[in-house]
C-alpha cells in the first residue's frame, strides 16, 4: 500500500507539474489533426499506464499473503473447573477445657510445645478426693475381709444367710465407690486429645480455672487440613465425593492438589448452596487454620478430545465458530481454509472442539483476523 501510495502521489505530481504543457500539446494535436503526431501520443500515454497496472498487480499479488503462526492439534485430556473460594480449616483444632474448676496446681507445657495424645498437660487441685479415695479404700479393705470370712463361715453352714449377703453388699458397694471417686480424681488431670502442637496458652499456675469460652490452652494438628466452602446448587450430581480439586493459597504463594471428602445431603434455602469439604494435604506445615483458598474443582472430563486456545476461535455473522486450517502445506507456506467448528466447555483459556477438526490439523493461531479465504499463508 505504501508503494501504491507513492506511485499515485509521483503520478499526481508530475500530473501537476506538467499538466498545463501536456493539455495544451494534446489540444494542439487535436486541433492540428496530426494523425501520426496523436497515434504517438496514445502509445506513450498507454506505455505509462501499462507499468502503473503492473505495479499494482505486484502489489495486490503481495496483499494476498499473510504471515501467521500455527499449531498443530491433537488429542488431550480437557478438564473443566467449577472456581470458587474456601476457608482452610482442620478438625483437630480445640480449645482444652478442665473437667473440673479449681486451682491449677500443674501446668506441664508452654506454647510451640509439641505433645502426644494422652500427655498430660496440667492438674487441677482435687479439693481432698485423693484423701477421700484413701479412706474409701481403707473401708473396702476391711469390707472384702469381713466378706471373705463370711464367705468361708457360709460355707461351713455357720452364720446366717442375711450376714453373708450384709457382707458382700457392703464390700460391692465400696469398690463402687471406689472407682466413682478414681473416675472424679481422673478429671483433675488435663491431658492431649490427639497429638500436636501447643498453639497459645491461656493460664498461669496457681490461677483459678473452669470451663469458659477461652479455655486453658489451644491445641492444634496441622496433618489432617481441609478447605469447606459453599458450592452452588446448579452443580449438584456435577461436584461429588473424589472429584479432584485444585487449591491455591495466595497467603504463601503455593498451590495444592486434594480431593473432596464430604458432600452436603441438603441445599441452605438461603444461599441456594450445598456445603463441601476438600481435604488438601501440608507436608510443609505451611498450612495454617482460617486461611483463604481459591478452589477449582473438576466438574467435567474428557479424556480424549481437541482442546485449542480460546482466542483463536473466530464468529462469523450467522454466529457460526470457525477457525482457519492450513491446506496444501508445503515447508512453511500454504493455504487457509476456513472450517466451521462446534465447541464444548471452556477452562483455563482452553476451549473444547466436538467436531471440525481432526488430529494432525495445523490452525492459524496467531493472526487469524488478517486472514481469508483461500489466501497465501507463511509460517
Known amino acids: 500500500m505504501k508503494k501504491l501510495a507513492l506511485i499515485a502521489l509521483t503520478t499526481l505530481t508530475l500530473a501537476s507539474c506538467g499538466s498545463k504543457q501536456n493539455d495544451t500539446s494534446v489540444d494542439t494535436l487535436i486541433e492540428s489533426k496530426n494523425l501520426t503526431e496523436l497515434k504517438n501520443k496514445r502509445a506513450a500515454l498507454q506505455a505509462d499506464l501499462t507499468k502503473i497496472d503492473a505495479a499494482l498487480a505486484s502489489l495486490e499479488k503481495k496483499t494476498d499473503e499473510a504471515l501467521v503462526e500455527t499449531l498443530v492439534v491433537k488429542d488431550t485430556t480437557f478438564n473443566h473447573y467449577v ?11 480445640v480449645l482444652i477445657q478442665p473437667e473440673m474448676p479449681g486451682a491449677l496446681v500443674a501446668l506441664n507445657v508452654k506454647a510451640g510445645q509439641s505433645v502426644s495424645k494422652g500427655q498430660i498437660l496440667g492438674r487441677v487441685d482435687d479439693a481432698g478426693m485423693s484423701q477421700q479415695l484413701a479412706s474409701i479404700q481403707t473401708q473396702y479393705e476391711l ?13 461351713q453352714k455357720i452364720g446366717s444367710e442375711i450376714q453373708y449377703l450384709q457382707a458382700q453388699t457392703q464390700m460391692v458397694s465400696l469398690s463402687k465407690s471406689i472407682n466413682q471417686m478414681k473416675a472424679q480424681i481422673a478429671k483433675t488431670i488435663i491431658r492431649a486429645p490427639f497429638s500436636g502442637v501447643i498453639d497459645e496458652v491461656f493460664v498461669e499456675r496457681g490461677q483459678v480455672v473452669a470451663a469458659n469460652p477461652q479455655g486453658l490452652m489451644r491445641i492444634v494438628n496441622l496433618s489432617q487440613m481441609f478447605v469447606s466452602t459453599d458450592v452452588p446448587e446448579m452443580y449438584v450430581g456435577k461436584v461429588k465425593v473424589g472429584s479432584i480439586v485444585e487449591a491455591d493459597i495466595t497467603s504463601i504463594g503455593k498451590n495444592y492438589r486434594g480431593k473432596v471428602r464430604q458432600v452436603a445431603k441438603t441445599i441452605n434455602p438461603a444461599n441456594r448452596s450445598f456445603g463441601i469439604e476438600v ?4 507436608p510443609e506445615n505451611l498450612l495454617r487454620p482460617n486461611q483463604v483458598a481459591k478452589l ?11 482442546a485449542i486456545p480460546t482466542n483463536v476461535i473466530q464468529q462469523d455473522a450467522k454466529g457460526n465458530k470457525y477457525v482457519y486450517v492450513v491446506t496444501n502445506a508445503n ?24 467436531s471440525g477438526l481432526t488430529t494432525g490439523d495445523r490452525i492459524v493461531s496467531e493472526g487469524a483476523n488478517t486472514v481469508s479465504e483461500g489466501m497465501k499463508l507463511s509460517f
Not at 83 to 93: F, K, L, M, Y
Not at 300 to 305: D, G, M
Not at 333 to 340: E, F
Open 331 to 354: 515447508g512453511t507456506t500454504g493455504i487457509a481454509k476456513k472450517i466451521t467448528i462446534t465447541i464444548g466447555q471452556n477452562a483455563n483459556n482452553f476451549t473444547e472442539i466436538l
Open 143 to 155: 469390707a472384702k475381709t469381713t466378706f471373705e470370712r463370711q464367705k468361708r463361715l457360709w460355707e
Open 279 to 282: 481435604s488438601i494435604p501440608n
Open 83 to 93: 472456581e470458587i473460594q474456601g476457608n482452610v480449616d482442620t478438625q483437630q483444632n
Open 296 to 306: 477449582k474443582i473438576v466438574d467435567y472430563t474428557n479424556n480424549s478430545v481437541i
